[in-house]
C-alpha cells in the first residue's frame, strides 16, 4: 500500500488547508484511517481518525472542533479539513492506515501503520 499526501503549503493564522490522501497498490475501504502530524523537535502525534465506513470520527484535544475528517471509499482517499489554522499547527502531516473493520481502531493512536510520505503545512503568525 502506498501513500501519498497532498495540499500542505504556507498559510496565515486563521486560514484554511484541505489535506488529501490518495491509496494506491491496495484498497483502504475495509481500513480505519487516520491522520498525525509532526512539528520540528516533537513527537509525532494523533490529529484525526475515521472508521472503515466512515461514520465514526475522532480527533486529538487540540483540534477543538477546527478539523474535520473525511473519506471516500471508491475513490480510495482521505481527507482533512484544516480550519481556523494556528501557528503550532505548522507541521509534517502524515496519512496513515489503521486497523482492519475494528470497532474502535480510529480512535488508538497505536493502531495506525502503514505512513506516507507527508506533506508540509506551514502556519504563519
Known amino acids: 500500500l502506498y501513500l501519498a499526501e497532498s495540499g500542505g503549503g504556507t498559510v496565515q493564522t486563521g486560514d484554511s488547508l484541505r489535506l488529501s490522501c490518495v491509496a494506491s497498490?491496495?484498497?483502504?475501504?475495509?481500513?480505519?484511517m487516520g491522520w498525525f502530524r509532526q512539528a520540528p523537535g516533537k513527537e509525532r502525534e494523533f490529529v484525526a481518525g475515521?472508521?472503515?465506513?466512515?461514520?465514526?470520527?475522532h480527533y486529538g484535544a487540540f483540534v477543538e472542533g477546527r478539523f474535520t475528517i473525511s473519506r471516500d471509499n471508491v475513490k480510495n482517499t482521505v481527507d482533512l479539513q484544516m480550519d481556523s489554522l494556528k501557528p503550532e499547527g505548522t507541521a509534517v502531516y502524515y496519512c496513515?492506515?489503521?486497523?482492519?473493520?475494528?470497532?474502535?481502531?480510529?480512535?488508538?493512536?497505536?493502531?495506525?501503520?502503514?505512513w506516507g510520505q507527508g506533506t508540509q503545512a506551514t502556519v504563519s503568525s
Open positions: 496513515s492506515r489503521g486497523p482492519y473493520i475494528s470497532r474502535d481502531g480510529y480512535r488508538n493512536p497505536s493502531a495506525f501503520e502503514a
Open positions: 497498490g491496495g484498497r483502504i475501504s475495509s481500513f480505519d
Open positions: 475515521i472508521n472503515w465506513v466512515g461514520e465514526r470520527t
